[in-house]
């Protein structure tokens, strides 16, 4: 009896459609969780699917293009944090897979892919690595990222507070809960938990190649509750001059140092804020209950869906609530007309928030906070259950 794939995960690289669906019906058919997506090694895809820090990775190159082999090449020598890698190829070749044996890769899985040999070849590979399967194969962390449909809507006290809210259901552990805060020009996690501003990803833009585990959790500023933080720059930078390898490698070291992680990103679209969300678990969308915010969380949905960003799961929240509202207000229906979705979830207006925020605390702490509190944490818990549960999107479009 073979070795047991049940909860490996398995990043895969492939360039075709069909390859997608034999290697998807295969492994996960056979327990392990398969994550994939179609491009080639000179495309950004692989620094994606990298970033999710999978147990294994699946690789479809074409032995009979030098290109592609040395860029295998390159790959492999020039990150020492890579997981064991599997190449399936369309036409191996004897000196092809020889030169891919030298490099350390574990097999080579001819096409059409057969199960039986799939299996064989990760069986192997999780041998040979010694890698662990289920739920104790290690640390994979769950990359939540959150848009603004406007400034102002609430998102970083949603984030923080439903942070503060979910620690304070685990046990203290320092690898629970990471916040990223991404949005380099107006980020105030740090502020809303009164930390100092330690370090941003700007100070480890420079040695991002290097960016391991101990150097990314110094960096961070550590929370009493058990969150650890890495903050906004204290000056307004241009969101142009960050590579979305700088943001991949990022999110790649976070994944195996935490549980959970949470990225709070600005309302600006650039290409490496791209690939922040083409790397995470599931996304969450925070609009205020107002016309000009609902129509501009539109607008980010559409973008979403021209970004073929529609594999990552997705929910809306509607923020700030008044009671009012479905009584004088725009409604409910009317908000998700405009919106051409439903929304998820409704967080009402509650002062004890900005109380809680210039303060530094939980809502729990606060006076009368203690019920949007637990409304706040059980949003942030279903957009965790979403990135738990989530078929691949490489199932679903098959």
Not at 344 to 352: K, N, Q, R, Y
């Amino acid at each position: 009896m073979g070795v047991s794939v049940q909860g490996l995960e398995i990043g895969a690289l492939l360039r075709s459609s069909e390859t997608q669906k034999e290697v998807a019906e295969a492994l996960s058919g056979a327990g392990a969780k398969v994550r994939a997506v179609l491009g080639n090694l000179s495309g950004n895809e692989i620094r994606i699917l990298l970033a999710r820090a999978p147990s294994m990775a699946l690789i479809d190159i074409d032995m009979a293009d030098p290109q592609e082999l040395a860029a295998l090449e390159t790959l492999i020598t020039s990150d020492g944090t890579l997981p064991p890698i599997i190449v399936t190829a369309a036409h191996p070749t004897l000196d092809g897979m020889r030169r891919l044996m030298r490099l350390g890769i574990m097999d080579v899985v001819p096409q059409p892919v057969s199960a039986h040999e799939l299996l064989q070849a990760v069986q192997g590979a999780i041998t040979s690595a010694n890698l662990r399967t289920g739920s104790s194969h290690g640390l994979t962390g769950r990359v939540i990222s959150f848009l603004k449909s406007s400034g102002g809507v609430g998102t970083t006290s949603l984030i923080v507070q439903g942070a503060l809210g979910l620690a304070a259901e685990r046990p203290k552990s320092p690898a629970s809960i990471c916040l990223l805060d991404l949005d380099l020009q107006f980020g105030s996690v740090a502020l809303h938990l009164d930390l100092p501003q330690k370090c941003s990803l700007l100070d480890l833009a420079p040695s991002h190649e290097q960016l391991e585990g101990n150097m990314l959790r110094d960096a961070l500023a550590h929370h009493p509750a058990g969150l650890d933080v890495l903050a906004a720059p204290p000056e307004i930078h241009p969101l142009e001059g960050i590579d979305p390898e700088i943001a991949t490698r990022l999110i790649a070291t976070a994944r195996r140092e935490y549980a959970t992680i949470f990225i709070d990103l600005p309302i600006t679209w650039s290409a490496w804020s791209r690939a922040v969300l083409a790397a995470s678990d599931a996304m969450m969308l925070v609009m205020h209950p107002t016309v000009p915010a609902i129509r501009h969380a539109r607008r980010q949905i559409e973008t979403l869906l021209d970004e073929h960003l529609d594999g990552v799961p997705f929910q809306t929240t509607l923020n700030c609530v008044r009671k009012s509202l479905f009584g004088q207000g725009i409604s409910l229906r009317d908000a998700e007309r405009a919106l051409g979705r439903k929304i998820d979830h409704v967080i009402p207006l509650d002062e004890a928030v900005a109380t809680a925020t210039n303060v530094g605390q939980p809502l729990a702490a606060v006076s009368g906070g203690r019920g949007t509190g637990k409304t706040i944490t059980k949003t942030i818990k279903s957009i965790l259950q979403a990135a738990e549960t989530a078929v691949p999107a490489s199932i679903r479009r098959n």
